[in-house]
């Protein structure tokens, strides 16, 4: 069964800082997305960012870009020029591409608390 | 970005009592998802659903559960008879389509607060 592990229950970035979330996954699949999620203090699960596993550029979004390490399995958030709004606890989740395919579930990690300092 | 609307956004029920959530996405969609997060925990799969089937199920999902889109728009999660520890955040999602931008990508709605009391 696949897992999602983020190993840094909290962090905190100053303002216009950079910051990187960290996450690993373990799958014995090569067919897959990954992704950020986004969930402020209003509890909405808001979509930051997907990477398909056979694309090996990194995705990129505005100030939101990735660093996925297929091999070693790492699939870490980088935030720029932070802002006070990018505050809030971001997941990241795994899909299947295999076999069922849009049916596949995500599975999330643990979650990581993100403070942004003014 | 698709949109997902849940209602109520927040309901407080007695223990025992029933509980219908729904989900109505603005587009037609083919599959959905219901998702739980209880207060500071991990979001967990419920159930996916697909062509007016459960296509698979976590072991959460119990007797106590069940899902139906009786009007083909609405999808709907019922729990029967509710415990104290369904107290959660219940997420209906979507997959919008089988594009190449949208296909693979599971989008959120706003959730529904459960209280159990």
């Known amino acids: 069964a696949q897992t999602v592990t983020q190993s840094q229950p909290e962090m905190s970035v100053q303002e216009a800082e950079t910051v990187t979330l960290s996450c690993t996954y373990d799958t014995s699949e090569s067919d897959y997305y990954l992704f950020w999620y986004k969930q402020p203090p209003s509890r909405q699960m808001i979509l930051v960012i997907r990477q398909e596993a056979y694309k090996q550029q990194n995705a990129t979004e505005n100030r939101f870009s990735v660093n996925f390490q297929k091999a070693a399995k790492s699939f870490s958030l980088k935030i720029s020029d932070s802002q006070l709004g990018d505050a809030a606890m971001y997941f990241c989740?795994?899909?299947?591409?295999?076999?069922?395919?849009?049916?596949?579930?995500?599975?999330f990690g643990t979650g990581t608390l993100l403070a942004v300092q003014p | 970005e698709p949109e997902v609307t849940q209602t109520p956004s927040h309901q407080v029920t007695q223990m025992g009592q029933e509980v219908i959530l729904r989900c109505v996405p603005i587009?037609?969609?083919?599959?959905f998802y219901w998702y739980r997060q209880i207060l500071g925990q991990k979001v967990e799969f419920l159930v996916s659903f697909y062509n007016n089937e459960i296509s698979e199920k976590s072991e959460i999902f119990d007797d106590q559960f069940s899902v139906e889109r009786p009007d083909g728009s609405n999808f709907t999660l019922k729990i029967r008879s509710t415990k104290l520890e369904d107290s959660a955040m219940y997420f209906c999602a979507i997959v919008a389509g089988l594009s190449r931008v949208y296909g693979n990508t599971i989008y959120f709605g706003e959730g529904s607060w459960l209280t159990v009391v």
């Open positions: 587009s037609n969609h083919l599959y």
């Open positions: 989740a795994y899909r299947s591409e295999v076999a069922g395919g849009a049916t596949n579930k995500l599975i």
